[in-house]
């Protein structure tokens, strides 16, 4: 079966570091989504990866290792309208997204 | 007109009844899709079409219908709506089906059935 694994709530600092973990099984990989959920809004478009590595966009960052099921979304400077939920979606097979319960992840001052 | 637009914004419906969600987009988008988001789970697909004419099912069809008839259309309709159909309903777009492109999603409808 297809699953996604990704930890329900995270909780940081305002100018911290945090990282967003993400674990995977799919029939099928095309790729790795991540996007960004506020609260009663639609999610919207973070990053996409489809080799192993890094891919770095501003202050937020996204890895990929395919042969282990895993990628991280990697969140710098955190600024308090940070605080969303993070939705991981990788792309199977069929170029569907399968998403994750996602994260919710908390900034405090 | 700009992106996906949904409406109603949210209703309240009563069980039995018949209720269509509308979703509209302007970016000449081929492959369009609804997903239903309930709390603690991942958005869930129901319905999706790869290009104006076709439609297909997706994880979660049961009781809903949809239909497209052009490009930019793409009803979502419950034909005799129950209570385990209150959720929130996410329209949203790609240009290309069968390809890695992100997702497009309008701002939601949340419907609550009683």
């Known amino acids: 079966g297809q699953n996604i694994d990704q930890p329900t709530e995270m909780t940081a600092t305002e100018g911290a570091i945090v990282q967003i973990n993400c674990t995977y099984q799919?029939?099928?990989?095309?790729?790795l989504f991540w996007y960004q959920q506020h609260a009663g809004e639609a999610p919207t478009f973070l990053s996409y990866?489809?080799l192993d590595g890094l891919e770095e966009k501003g202050r937020f960052s996204s890895f990929l290792s395919r042969s282990k099921g895993y990628s991280y979304l990697l969140l710098k400077e955190l600024q308090m309208k940070d605080s969303a939920s993070y939705l991981c979606?990788?792309?199977?097979?069929?170029?569907?997204?399968?998403w994750g319960a996602g994260t919710k992840l908390i900034i405090k001052p | 007109i700009a992106g996906i637009t949904q409406a109603p914004t949210s209703q309240i419906l009563a069980a039995g009844r018949r209720m269509t969600l509308r979703c509209t987009q302007d970016?000449?988008?081929?492959?369009m899709y609804w997903y239903r988001q309930d709390l603690g789970l991942g958005l869930r697909l129901i319905h999706y079409?790869?290009?104006?004419?076709?439609?297909g099912k997706g994880e979660v069809p049961d009781g809903y219908s949809v239909s497209r008839a052009n490009t930019d259309d793409f009803p979502l309709t419950l034909a005799s709506a129950v209570p385990s159909q209150t959720s929130v309903y996410f329209c949203?777009?790609?240009?290309?089906?069968?390809?890695?492109?992100?997702?497009?999603f309008g701002p939601g409808t949340r419907l609550t059935v009683l």
């Open positions: 799919t029939s099928g990989f095309n790729g």
């Open positions: 079409s790869n290009t104006a004419g076709t439609t």
């Open positions: 949203a777009s790609s240009p290309v089906a069968g390809e890695q492109n992100e997702q497009f």
């Open positions: 990866n489809v």
């Open positions: 979606a990788p792309m199977d097979s069929n170029y569907q997204l399968i």
């Open positions: 970016m000449r988008h081929n492959a």
